[in-house]
């Protein structure tokens, strides 16, 4: 399972510099309002050193890292809802992404340009995220206009609740509320996930700041990432070797990429699985908590029909004990049914019936 993660933003941010360091392509990144225009798309190898040593105990003739995408759109000034700028006819290619990063600039540069003039972080917040809700707002006053039409059909029972939760949903994007901070019981989840609003998505800040400022200990709001995207992009140009070194030298522990895909996972609640065996050691990206069975079925829809068991080993024991045999001989290896929770780092054999 790979999952998607929208770049937003306003022009000149850093968005498309990110997006470029990130995933190694080179979109568009001048120094201009709206040099984005198409919606620019990388997929990203998810960084794993527990992939090394798996590979290595099971002399693998393949490793399969698992992937993040990343999809970079138009930047968005205030009243794109009304057409100002390019509009906010760009978001319908984030509705699908599972989380949203939002980028805003904390760093001075007289060469670059600031759509507003200034910098300041948190009302580039605003913006954004107002224009976000305009846009889920147009949305649900749109389906709402057209259940109304329909009510008195043969689905009228079903176009009732969802006309409930739209009325619910309404008041509160009009007071600029996201709807990822309303409670909704079960069944209003299960409606609302097929309108693919943006305000219900996790968010995640990535406050875009001089590489001077990336070690100092600031206040940041809960779910924000600090990033220096200049140097990210010029990280991007080296070997994986010299970017060890290079953050070394600089006391900086972590790039930019690996601390936007642990803050996402963190969000997200992902975990990550293996198989591993001499064809290939494999990572699997899945929901915390999921069963056996439906894990199984990221691998193919055959194995969750016909699940029978999974045999599992923790990964450090995979490692201490050299892989299958060795972990099955010292009894750390486990059998589980359908109802076993997979685990982090756990390493999985699937037995299925065809």
């Known amino acids: 399972m790979s999952f998607q993660i929208g770049i937003v933003g306003l022009p000149n941010v850093g968005k498309s510099t990110l997006f470029n360091a990130l995933t190694r392509n080179q979109a568009d990144a001048q120094n201009y309002p709206f040099c984005t ?36 759109i138009a930047g968005l000034v205030a009243g ?13 290619h984030i509705r699908e992404v599972d989380a949203i990063v939002e980028v805003v600039r904390d760093f001075k540069d007289d060469n670059i340009i600031h759509v507003d003039g200034k910098i300041d972080p948190e009302s580039d917040k605003e913006t954004i995220n107002l224009e976000l809700v305009f846009a889920d707002l147009d949305t649900v006053k749109k389906r709402l206009d057209k259940i109304l039409s329909q009510l008195k059909g043969p689905h009228e029972k079903i176009l009732d609740q969802e006309k409930k939760l739209l009325e619910k949903i309404i008041p509160e994007l009009e007071q600029g509320q996201w709807i990822n901070t309303i409670e909704f019981n079960n069944d209003e989840q299960k409606i609302l996930k097929n309108f693919n609003l943006l305000t219900a998505k996790p968010l995640i800040y990535i406050y875009n700041v001089a590489e001077e400022d990336l070690n100092k200990e600031t206040s940041l709001p809960k779910d924000t990432v600090k990033i220096c995207t200049k140097l990210e992009a010029e990280l991007a140009i080296l070997t994986d070797k010299e970017i060890r070194e290079y953050l070394q030298e600089s ?44 894990a199984a079925g990221k691998i193919h829809t055959d194995f969750e029909q016909g699940f029978i068991r999974a045999e599992t080993i923790a990964y450090e024991n995979f490692i201490k004990h050299n892989g299958w045999t060795g972990a099955r001989d010292a009894g750390v290896m486990q059998t589980e049914g359908k109802d076993y929770e997979v685990r982090d780092g756990d390493v999985m054999m699937f037995r299925f019936s065809n």
């Open 80 to 92: 794109a809802h009304k057409g100002e700028g390019l509009g906010n006819k760009f978001l319908s």
């Open 37 to 72: 225009i198409d919606p620019n798309i990388g997929v990203v190898e998810v960084p794993d050193e527990r992939l090394a040593k798996l590979t290595q105990i099971s002399k693998s003739a393949k490793t399969i890292p698992t992937v993040i995408e990343f999809v970079d």
């Open 251 to 294: 006391g900086i522990t972590q790039t930019g990429l690996d601390k936007l895909i642990k803050a996402s996972y963190e969000l997200l609640n992902l975990i990550t699985f293996f198989t591993s065996g001499e064809k290939e050691t494999r990572a699997w990206t899945i929901q915390n908590g999921m069963a056996a069975p439906e």
